[in-house]
Nanobody
Framework: QVHLVESGGGLVQAGDSLRLSCAASGRTLSSYIMGWFRQAPGKEREIVAKIDTSPDFTYYAHSVKGRFTISRDNDKNSVYLQMNSLKPEDTALYYC???????????WGQGTQVTVAS
């Protein structure tokens, strides 16, 4: 199983940007589909974005499309989430996850907190 560690979260103002990073160990990420998820207090965890092993194929939740960009660097065994034009409703614990297929994410990081102040 791949071990994932997220970083880059923090407290920012509405309109600011953040870049989340997810570093993997134990396995190479190149054969995994990677995703970013988030969970706000009192809400269920939701998909934010995911990227196929071919980095040209991505998916974004409607709420973040056009503001967030997922990318991967297989040489660095890492995945990133560039978040621009952040909104207070983006406040959540953000998780990185790995999957062998498009839907079943079986490896998860511990999460990094993103808080957007209005």
């Amino acid at each position: 199983q791949v071990h994932l560690v997220e970083s880059g979260g923090g407290l920012v103002q509405a309109g600011d940007s953040l870049r989340l990073s997810c570093a993997a160990s134990g396995r190479t990420l190149s054969s995994y589909i990677m995703g970013w998820f988030r969970q706000a207090p009192g809400k269920e965890r939701e998909i934010v974005a995911k990227i196929d092993t071919s980095p040209d194929f991505t998916y974004y939740a409607h709420s973040v499309k056009g503001r967030f960009t997922i990318s991967r660097d297989n040489d660095k065994n890492s995945v990133y989430l560039q978040m621009n034009s952040l909104k207070p409703e983006d406040t959540a614990l953000y998780y990185c996850a790995a999957a062998r297929n498009w839907y079943d994410f079986g490896s998860w990081g511990q999460g990094t907190q993103v808080t957007v102040a209005s």
